[in-house]
């Protein structure tokens, strides 16, 4: 095979994937003559996305607003979080142990608390999608800064350079790749946040409509949004591998590279 070959089936691997996956549960579905109650066909799921399609999109945009804001927020904290943990020995030592407390506590047991304390709808939302995202953020941000070479900021201090010059002209920098491999795995865990806190308390987005789908036994309509939030969280991971490529592409691995060109042409 040659390397144009092997390259064309790379990009082609994913939907290849993806229609294997449907063809086999359509199959299964239809052999086994399974309930849509208890498992829908892709034929059910797609007449489900049409027929509701309004209401989804209606929803999904609650969602992927949430999600987006309290993403938004955890890019915030998280470089500033992860900027001081990684630069200071202190901060490393007085946060990181609390960041690591935080988060091993379910999210779960969290909402409610933000429940309480922020009413329902948006808010909750926005906090639990910015929890949830937050911690992989700083982590790799410090990452990045902390592994710095001992050697190189040597040199830029026998060469005159303050703490500040070399966190700013070479910390940073070297911590960007991981940076922005962070919010790849982020923009997942926000929409998980913004869905369970929906699910919990609020009266829109894509967890109130499974919610509710789901007292009315409306299985095909629950997949459907499934469906959806599943679509954007790919598009989101697209959109940030595109991003992650044209800023830091020098620091990245070519095999890494063809994830974003998966569902080229």
């Known amino acids: 095979m040659t390397r144009r070959s092997w390259h064309r089936l ?30 829908p066909s892709p034929l059910d799921t797609v007449a489900a996305l049409l027929t509701y399609h ?17 993403f938004g927020l955890a890019i915030v904290l998280g470089l ?9 020995r202190l901060a490393y030592a007085g946060l990181y142990p609390l960041l690591i407390g935080l988060n091993s506590v379910p999210k779960v047991a969290i909402t409610p608390i933000l429940v ?32 710095m070479e001992p050697e190189m900021e040597d040199l830029l201090r026998s060469f ?22 962070s919010l790849k795995i982020s923009i997942t865990l926000a929409f998980v946040g913004a869905v369970l806190s929906e699910t919990i308390a609020s009266n829109e987005g894509i967890g109130y409509l499974m919610l509710q789908a789901s007292t009315q036994f409306r299985v095909p309509l629950m997949f459907a949004a499934l469906i959806v939030i599943g679509l ?3 598009a989101t991971y697209l959109l940030f591998a595109v991003i992650e490529r044209r800023t830091t592409g020098w620091a990245t691995r070519n095999q ?6 998966q569902f080229g042409n």
């Open 10 to 39: 790379e990009r082609a691997m994913p939907w290849l994937v993806a229609v294997a996956f449907i063809a086999i549960w359509q199959l299964a579905v239809s052999g086994l003559k399974v309930s849509s109650i208890v498992l």
């Open 232 to 234: 954007m969280g790919v």
């Open 80 to 88: 500033v979080l992860g900027v001081a943990i990684g630069a200071s």
């Open 256 to 261: 890494h590279r063809t994830e974003v060109h």
């Open 116 to 147: 309480l304390w922020l009413g329902i709808g948006e808010p909750p939302a926005i906090a639990t999608a910015c929890l949830l995202s937050i911690f992989p953020i700083i982590v790799n941000v410090a990452t990045g800064i902390a592994t």
């Open 160 to 181: 005159g350079a303050s703490k500040l010059d070399v966190l700013t002209k070479v910390g940073l920098p070297r911590a960007m790749p991981y940076f922005f491999a």
């Open 54 to 70: 309004k209401t989804i999109l209606r929803h999904a945009m609650f969602t992927l607003q949430n999600t987006a804001l309290g």
